[in-house]
């Protein structure tokens, strides 16, 4: 947190403290929602939080209570009256009403649709209908729509007149009679246009869109890719449904990102800000994983106690290097494909050219390392461990090369048949990947020790 | 890639093919710069790519050639003479020209440089000046400035003249005479305001801004935060030198994500897509950490040495699982502690915090693991290694409980030194948490077999 903002909070809970309550309102007026949402859950108790909220000027306050926590936002409704409830929910637009709704308990729940516009109400629900993953349930019903055969001068006039209440009004929307989307106009087209010209002649009748049921994923590659501020929304028809701002696709590629990074290390996703996460709901979201992997182990131990007897003491030692090494490499390429897929570089399709790739960097990869593994053993290992021969020596180094191009090889398949397959590749490839890589390369030691030495 | 997608690239490919010069104008107009540089880098080859790029309408080339990668725009550049240069650098918004040139070798941006008006190769001189990583680095100084005594209706007129060229003209910058940015409004702003309004009674006077050094990384969390669609950069003295769009943002929030993937996985990270990395530079981003993780490994390898002839074998099975739990939990916490810095959650003074949490967790978690450990090695591992007795079941469970729990600190604790003394700690956790948690776990394992056994 910056010093600036430090001070300003430290301004805030004096001024709270010592009920100077007309500096507080001057003061929160300069702030941002964003901020003074965090001041109040990072500083306040709960009863405190619920005093403050409604210190706040009314024209803050629904914007601060969208940026709060679910937890906080479920406290505040309880305590609201249904004329305050209703005067924040008039107030939100319909996506951001829409995303509390879904995190909130059946009885709130009722309580924000009883205290909706009847109108507002039929939209929210048939936003609720769409699956939490797609194009629609990011989108909002509140854009500006224009007809073809206007004038720019009275595009400008609709804009003042419905512009207020819309997420964005610096791209328009342009619908026939049967709200089919024709076109697209930004106002900087017209700006820049003259007063008397039609928006079809200066409208974009190409436009880029996103479908109802997309993958909220590839809406998020499409602002990416494409450079939008708001992408419009078709049903099957055409017909324009609504509009999905960037603010959004920048949270859904923050939230992409951050779940993906979880499930690589084998954690269930979780939304939430980790010091806001329970004890318990840390628990959850790690002991599947750790239990499963812990119960896969026993291959590695069943093939360790089959070998037994036959492998020398000596040779168990470099277990856990050999088994780390391909680990190490299996979990590079499988980390590289499913990134690659995720932002939609990689697709299913170019499964040769990945493995033909993954095959070359494999070999020259599993060559360098064999390498510099005969001279670590020959030259640093000896030290400590005096018995190693020669052939033990060429024999690990040969395992290195064996077991790295073989977990690059199934590193780099998995996530891609975990794609094709509809399932998650970063939940299916990583775990999934460390158990047969090592059990694969203790098959392939313990074997290959057996006929060599023996 | 969709399917109407694909229809347009064979149209473009069969136009292309059979010279209906005429067609392929007309409905390359009607697509977006980045699809036609991404049929033109995956259908074309390069002599193709050069005859393609002349034929494009002069309004689109410069955009698609933003659009390109760097090989394909550098090749691009070497062909262009003169005067194509120039009429391509000159419809470049500054950021995309300063961008190009870091990527360019010297001869090529000699050139570039020469070919661009004198005013703006000053501001691309000062731009390059900044930091890779720093905010500077990111904006343009293309932005449209008004006074704060302006009337609403002499602010369009402006925004109407320069706006053409500026990348955004929704947020405009209220500056002083020395400069200074005094104040933001936006365009929706203006069209709701009265054409005789003052700018000063409209605007934003408390603007969030950023510093022309403020980590990249920083600034894209702004974004996210603050819902913009542009934040003013300013210098030192509060003087406004440029500003950064969105879509920037956009790009920054996808580019740390993935280098922090990357990173996590033991991988240098690299900018250019998987399929566009040759075989040499993936070697280049993989071997340096698997040498290093090779070597370290030197230290289990001690440690099951220095134990060997007070280790029965029958507790040599199971040393790949208790690395491969404590490695995991171990990996958990880190990459969640890893993340919550990345996105600004957790700060180093937050490390007692997260300490206590981890702590709690991992005791829970250790417990978990630690009674399933027991049944599974009592009633499954028996099975095949029927020599264990319930001592050796005990310690073995024991040693999960606590290598578990010294995972977890271990993990929450080096990425919040790695960022307190300024390291990244995605580079730095992962593999040494890993180099530490294996040879400790080791250890724990070993002295208590040898205290509990012997």
């Not at 603010?247 to 980790?274: C, F, G, H, N, R």
């Not at 593994?373 to 040969?398: G, H, Q, V």
């Not at 975990?418 to 390369?441: F, G, N, Q, Y």
């Not at 203790?442 to 023996?454: D, G, K, N, R």
Request: with cysteine.
């Amino acid at each position: 947190m910056s010093e600036e903002m430090e001070m300003l909070y430290e301004k805030l809970t004096h001024c709270f403290e010592t009920r100077k309550f007309a500096d507080l309102r001057m003061t929160l007026l300069d702030m941002e929602p964003a901020d003074i949402a965090q001041f109040m859950e990072n500083n306040l108790e709960e009863k405190e939080q619920i005093m403050f909220f409604r210190l706040l000027p009314k024209e803050l306050a629904s914007d601060v209570f969208i940026e709060t926590e679910t937890d906080t936002q479920e406290a505040l409704i309880k305590t609201f009256t249904d004329k305050e409830l209703k005067a924040v929910i008039d107030d939100m637009f319909l996506d951001d009403t829409v995303d509390i709704i879904e995190e909130m308990p059946a009885n709130v729940v009722k309580r924000i649709l009883k205290n909706s516009d009847p109108e507002n109400r039929k939209q929210i629900n048939e936003l609720l209908e769409y699956p939490d993953d797609s194009a629609g349930s990011l989108m909002t019903p509140e854009f500006i729509s224009l007809s073809a055969s206007m004038t720019v001068e009275r595009a400008f006039d609709k804009i003042r007149q419905t512009g207020l209440n819309k997420e964005t009004i610096y791209t328009c929307y342009v619908t026939n009679r049967k709200k089919i989307l024709v076109g697209v106009v930004t106002v900087k087209d017209l700006l820049l246009a003259n007063k008397e010209d039609i928006i079809e002649n200066i409208m974009d009748a190409n436009p880029i869109t996103v479908e109802t049921l997309e993958d909220k994923e590839q809406v998020a590659q499409k602002f990416s890719k494409y450079d939008f501020i708001a992408l419009p929304v078709i049903d099957k028809e055409g017909c324009l449904v609504g509009i999905i701002t960037v603010d959004d696709a920048v949270d859904v590629i923050q939230e992409e990102a951050t779940e993906d990074i979880q499930k690589m290390a084998a954690i269930l996703p979780s939304e939430k800000p980790y010091l806001k996460q329970s004890v318990w709901s840390i628990w959850m979201g790690r002991i599947p994983w750790l239990v499963l992997l812990l119960v896969t182990s026993t291959f590695t131990s069943m093939i360790l106690v089959g070998y037994e007897s036959r492998l020398s003491p000596v040779l168990y030692a470099f277990v856990p290097m050999l088994m780390g090494t391909a680990g190490n490499a299996g979990g590079q390429s499988s980390v590289t494909v499913i990134r690659a897929i995720a932002v939609g570089d990689v697709e299913f399709r170019d499964i040769f050219r990945v493995i033909w790739k993954e095959l070359r960097a494999g070999f020259f990869l599993g060559l360098t390392i064999a390498i510099i593994c005969f001279a670590k053993i020959w030259f640093l290992d000896r030290l400590y461990n005096p018995d190693i021969t020669i052939l033990e020596t060429a024999l690990i180094s040969a395992v290195c090369f064996i077991s790295l191009l073989m977990a690059k090889l199934v590193g780099c398949i998995l996530p891609l048949i975990a794609k094709k397959c509809r399932l998650d590749p970063a939940v299916v490839a990583s775990p999934l990947m460390t158990t047969i890589v090592d059990a694969l390369s203790l098959i392939i030691y313990c074997s290959l020790a057996i006929v060599i030495l023996i």
